[in-house]
């Protein structure tokens, strides 16, 4: 499961300190960026792991990768950026990949993400806004090295789309395969559970049946924000 760290109520006070500092220019964005905030931002958990090793009903955090350097959000980005719903257009995204060619996937290394050799990761901010004000996930930096503003969703898909999402399907499954290697070597362990967004992406766990260190994978049924009713009940 890959998610974030990351202190809400200091960002949240940021957000409100630009808006009031840019009053009233700023009150369509503000009125926007409130509702996100309030519902799905400023109450997230200090700390979300990453890696955690289980024995029986026990579970024990190894190590993490933090917000806002998500492959989840990586691949949201991209689905935002081809015209689909961020948390329920992803499956869109992936299933348009064997459409494309993967022309893409030397610039998201070159500019976007830099993995080590481990599978751990670092994304270069400045291309991305879902850390900042919450109401695009791309800004005109994105936009350049892709020849363009997102598509518009009601735009027809062309092989841009295509291309772009067969080259972030390969970069994260490649990242999803480095990643399992070495939590395979860190731990010893034989079975590999999944959770979180990135674990519905079947073509990836698909490679990682076949061609991953482990002996079987489990992937949790609700493994997006549904199975977030599971982690409650283990929290309490």
């Not at 997230?44 to 955090?61: E, H, I």
Request: net charge neutral; charged share 20%; aromatic share 12%.
């Amino acid at each position: 499961m890959w998610s974030s760290t990351y202190k809400p109520l200091v960002k949240f006070e940021r957000l409100l300190e630009t808006y009031l500092a840019y009053a009233p220019s700023g009150l369509r964005s503000f009125l926007q960026a409130m509702p996100i905030w309030l519902k799905e931002k400023l109450f997230l958990k200090d700390l979300l792991k990453t890696v955690w090793l289980g024995d029986a009903n026990s579970l024990q955090p190894q190590w993490e990768i933090d917000f806002p350097h998500s492959l989840g959000l990586l691949y949201s980005t991209f689905t935002y950026f081809t015209g689909f719903k961020v948390n329920s257009g992803e499956y869109k995204l992936m299933g348009l990949a064997p459409y494309g060619e993967p022309r893409y996937v030397d610039l998201i290394y070159d500019k976007l993400i830099s993995v080590k050799e481990d599978g751990t990761f670092r994304m270069d901010m400045r291309y991305f806004n879902y850390a900042n004000d919450g109401l695009t996930m791309t800004n005109k930096r994105f936009d350049v090295l892709f020849g363009g503003p997102p598509r518009r969703p009601e735009a027809p898909v062309t092989q841009r789309e295509m291309d772009i999402a067969r080259s972030i399907q390969a970069v994260t499954e490649e990242i999803v395969l480095k990643l399992a290697a070495t939590v395979h070597k860190e731990t010893g362990a034989e079975q590999l559970c999944l959770a979180g967004g990135v674990a519905l992406n079947c073509v990836a766990n698909g490679r990682l049946l076949w061609e991953g260190p482990f002996r079987d994978i489990w992937i949790q049924p609700a493994a997006g924000d549904a199975g977030g009713a599971l982690g409650a009940a283990l929290a309490v």
